[in-house]
């Protein structure tokens, strides 16, 4: 991932003076406007005229800043910022932030200039209702097409359902970066079986079939290593007294 670990910028707009330990100053050619971005900055992005995407490390702590910074009129104005520990592009404007991370996996577009979690919202009818809600854990694989390529082809999603028992099983579904789709067929580990998707029989559908499966399965071994059978005292009693009679 080459994006935003250097100053990329139109030279003929922008002079750019300085370094990650001092800043970096700014200056508009044509306005000759000054401005100071400040920070330990890693990289800078234009990405519009006068607008540009500033990733820093954070002082004193272990996690780290995406902002958008419009540069007018002499000012400074910041019109987002996300902090993060980890950061991938899913695509040329979509980045994702904290993708294996719990209740995270946020979207940012950066010609819309706003949020989405979409990534959080695949296994319910229900858009109000997280997926962590149904899941213990969820890993994301970028699969890319050649090791050059900026932007990842495919998208491996591990879905690992609820589990009392700690189980390794999942749910195996590869999506479409740009249009964040799943594709047909999902292989469940539960079930050793590929699961082809269909308007009726969708992800979600799917995954709540996982979670039912599963939850018997968790009863079932419950009731054999955990519960205990013993029987009361008098129940051991009363049958001392059959057997007398």
């Known amino acids: 991932m080459k994006r935003l670990y250097g100053i990329s910028c139109n030279e003929e707009q922008w002079c750019v003076k300085g370094n990650r330990d001092n800043g970096y100053k700014l200056v508009n050619r044509t306005t000759l406007d ?6 330990n900055v890693i990289g800078i992005e234009q990405i519009l005229d006068d607008t540009f995407l500033v990733y820093r490390q954070r002082f004193m702590r272990d996690d780290w800043q995406i902002s958008r910074e419009k540069l007018s009129d002499g000012k400074v104005i910041r ?8 950061f991938n592009f899913l695509t040329e404007d979509v980045i994702i932030f904290d993708k294996d991370k719990a ?3 946020i979207l ?6 706003c949020e989405m979690d979409t990534m959080n919202h695949m296994l319910h009818d229900d858009s109000r ?3 962590a809600s149904c899941l213990s854990k ?10 050059d390529s900026d932007y990842p082809s495919l998208l491996l999603v591990d879905y690992k359902p609820i589990s009392t028992h700690r189980s390794e099983e999942y749910l195996q579904v590869f999506f479409d970066p740009n249009s964040l789709q799943p594709l047909s067929p999902v292989y469940s580990t539960l079930r050793n079986q590929y699961l082809t998707l269909t308007e009726s029989y969708t992800l979600k559908e799917i995954m709540k ?9 968790d009863d079932f071994l419950y009731n054999l290593y955990q519960k205990d059978n013993r029987k009361s005292t008098e129940e051991l009693l009363s049958m001392l007294e059959t057997k007398k009679d």
């Open 34 to 39: 000054s401005y100071s971005i400040s920070g």
């Open 79 to 86: 019109e987002y910022h996300h902090e993060f520990q980890y």
């Open 103 to 105: 209740l995270a996996g």
């Open 108 to 113: 940012y577009s950066i010609s819309q200039n």
């Open 129 to 131: 209702i997280h997926d």
């Open 138 to 147: 969820r890993y994301i694989t970028f699969l890319y097409d050649t090791e």
């Open 209 to 217: 079939e996982e979670n039912h499966y599963l939850s018997i399965i």
